[in-house]
């Protein structure tokens, strides 16, 4: 996307302009506002806001920004984060045995 598009539609969809997109990313270092992976020259952080008062809440990598939004709600994403911190069921995945190469 041109950087003129960009900043149209940075404008329209989210009522940002470049500076402060420019200003958000630099008060987050340049990455990701959860995991801090660096913004890919390929592709810009997406902006990530609440759904429902519209509030913006940092700038977020594909990844993180996809997981997010498999949640329907805060609380469901701590539980989720609560699950993942808890026990385990005592089974474990069976490591992989690698197979010997010919020479």
Do not use: W
């Not at 890919?40 to 997406?46: E, F, G, I, K, V």
């Not at 609440?50 to 990844?63: A, N, Q, S, V």
């Amino acid at each position: 996307m041109n950087l003129k598009a960009r900043a149209a539609r940075l404008l329209k969809k989210y009522g940002l302009t470049v500076v402060q997109y420019q200003m958000i990313l630099t008060i987050q270092g340049n990455t990701c506002a959860i995991c801090e992976r660096p913004q890919s020259p390929y592709r810009s952080l997406d902006v990530d806001h609440d759904h429902k008062t519209g509030r913006i809440r940092g700038l977020l990598c594909f990844l993180c920004n996809k997981g997010l939004g498999y949640f329907r709600s805060a609380e469901q994403l701590l539980e989720a984060s609560r699950y993942m911190d808890s026990g385990h069921t005592g089974y474990y995945v069976p490591k992989k045995r690698r197979k010997k190469r010919v020479a």
